[in-house]
């Protein structure tokens, strides 16, 4: 089969011709790969700011697929089932973390996209488990940047308060962004948007989808903020944050990877503001952002690439040449 492989760090991915994946274990499925999301963790998986991938790698973690094979011990998913496998692709279920419902912690998770072969080729292997039952009329281009981007940003706006929340900031407008302020303004939050200086792209786009304001990350909002979720992979944007949000209020980052965050005043983190990580994503999340998803309904901007064109789309990500995400396609 055809598949974009990563063989060393730091360098390009490879267009390789790889053998067709075969089932090891008895709850795993094959999958026909319809459309890969591309993420950001990605690049910091090629750029070796995650270390230790399972090399030679094929990345990819937010995958979109038909069921062609089921292992025997299979249970509620058969051949031709349509499913979206996300980052988290496997979990012991016995280590202290599992046992108190905190799986995205567990300490013998295994990564779909890091530490398990993804979506960047034409079929995959997944954990049946850890799949979610898809739709099958519903369009994969679509469906693909829920599966990360979506869901990531959903686990990072409940832990800052979810439906709670009034005054939304977000930082960093890209693929989580443009899907979470649609969430938020579904639940009648008021989003403000911050951008990288100059992204004019982005500050509509957040606008168009209900941002009451959108500006730079230099600039500040005109209100004071009741939370900020920062996507974007720069610690300076943290302190930034906690600028500009009121007491109580959390600050969440929603990367994997982030840059130092710089020292600041006390005086900004006092009255209970708080700092917070997210990490990884429990099932439990993902059951309830593609329960939430399409009541709102939640609209994906999307930009298509070919499999084989995965570094074009990974240097246009990283360059910020497009607003909302990009998805491969077979």
Partial sequence: MNAMVLEQQGQPLQHRQVPLPEIEETD????????????????????????????????????????????????????????????????????????????????QARFTGYTLDGGYAEYALAYAPYCYPLPPEAEALDIAPLLCAGLIGFRTWRLAGGETIQRLGIYGFGAAAHILCQIACWYGQSVYAFTRPGDEQAQKLARDLGAVWAGASTEDPPDVLDAALVFAPVGELMVSALKHVDRGASV??????????PSFPYGLLWEERSLKSTANLTREDGRAFLEVAPRVPVRTEVHAYPLSEANQALEDLREGRFAGAAVLTP
């Fill in 28 to 107: 795993q499925v094959l999958l026909r790969v319809e459309a890969c999301g591309v993420c950001r963790t990605d690049l910091h998986i090629l750029d070796g700011e995650l270390t230790d991938p399972s090399l030679p790698l094929i990345p990819g973690h937010q995958i979109v697929g038909t069921v062609v094979v089921a292992g025997d011990q299979v249970s509620g998913l058969q051949v031709g089932d349509r499913v979206g496998v996300p980052w988290l692709g496997h979990t012991d279920g016995t280590c202290r973390y599992c046992c108190r419902g905190q799986e995205n912690l567990c300490e």
């Fill in 252 to 261: 969440v980052s929603g990367g994997i990877h982030m840059s130092d965050i």
